[in-house]
């Protein structure tokens, strides 16, 4: 994919996803992929349709300089920058926490912009990052399905085209040192699983974008399957146990992920269907992605 590819990419999403004229609220970090999304988004969108969110994690000597830096490239654009530092860091699950703090804060600032969509950079190199990252904890097809696409026009193009085209556009970004800190398990998949996963497959990308849409594909399948044999017990929360077991495996696992609160692990899974197939009796109990689920008159019932 040649770097020119990004505009005309860019361009069609804007109108597929009917945004012309509307206001979009960019993520961006200062690192090369969001820096070429917010490049691209100025030559195709009008700058008062535009503006920025910058998230200053507040954990490395160098993040108030990525924020100074960020807030310099929109003043030259012309294109508004919102900004927020954070006070305090997570004791733990550091990533989810900060996932979760980015959601809500540039939800926040969307709002009161009245964008009508906030977008990221994400682009298919991530893609193949989180895929591989889910496949060791146990995702199933919905895990390993695509990105939302609706928030990332990049969500097929390589990271190398990203790169390629900050270098023909001579354009500067800041480098996240933290990404080469392999105590996180992303950046440890970026470091010595990925290269070696090009030995055996140049074109990485290119394959898990197909296969993710072909997950995507069953995913669908099996959310139809079980709307069509059960939807009532989903809206009752209770299904009998026997109607449950007649599932054919695929569905009884699919059935136990969406009523999960959280996505459980293929241990939590495992161990959930043992305990349905050993035929529990009433007052029998477990929890699973944090839905406390037990049996009442060999019915399965659950609470959210």
């Known amino acids: 994919m040649t770097p020119a590819k990004l505009s005309e990419i ?34 195709t969108i009008k700058p008062e349709n535009l503006a920025v969110f910058h998230l200053n994690h507040n954990l490395r000597e160098s993040a108030e300089a990525d924020l100074i830096f960020v807030q310099n490239m929109c003043s030259n654009l012309n294109i508004k920058a919102f900004t927020h530092t954070l006070d305090t860091q997570p004791e733990k699950n550091t990533e989810s926490n900060w996932r979760q703090e980015r959601k809500t804060l540039s ?36 895990g ?34 933290s990404n080469l800190n392999t105590k996180f398990e992303r950046n440890l998949i970026r470091a010595q699983v990925l290269p070696s996963l090009r030995k055996i497959t140049p074109n990485l990308e290119a394959v898990f974008v197909r ?38 495996p695929s569905l009884q696992t699919e059935f136990l992920r969406t009523i999960a609160l959280k996505t459980p692990s293929q241990a939590e899974l495992t161990d ?17 992605g944090q ?12 609470k959210l």
């Not at 600032?109 to 889910?134: K, N, P, Q």
């Not at 696409?149 to 990049?154: H, L, V």
């Open 10 to 43: 860019f361009t069609d999403f804007i109108t597929k996803q009917n945004l012309e004229n509307k206001r979009l609220l960019l993520m961006v970090s200062g690192g090369v992929d969001s820096v070429v999304l917010l490049h691209v988004a100025a030559q």
């Open 107 to 142: 939800q926040k600032v969307a709002d009161d912009f009245g964008a009508a969509r906030i977008l990221t950079a994400h682009h298919a190199t991530d893609l193949v990052e989180t895929m591989i990252f889910r496949l060791t904890k146990g995702a199933g097809p919905s």
């Open 144 to 177: 390993l399905s695509p990105f939302d696409s609706s928030t990332k026009p990049f969500w097929k193009a390589p990271k190398q085209t990203l790169i390629d085209y900050a270098q023909a556009h001579n354009l500067e970004w800041h480098e996240d040192e």
């Open 211 to 248: 296969e993710a849409e072909t997950f995507a594909q069953l995913q669908d399948f099996l959310t139809q399957q079980l709307q069509a044999v059960c939807t009532k017990e989903l809206e009752d929360q209770a299904i009998a146990l026997n109607k449950f077991l007649d599932f054919p």
């Open 272 to 288: 959930c269907l043992r305990w349905l197939q050993s035929q529990p009796q009433g007052n029998s109990k477990k929890e699973l």
């Open 291 to 302: 839905a406390k689920l037990y049996i009442q008159q060999q019915t399965l019932k659950w």
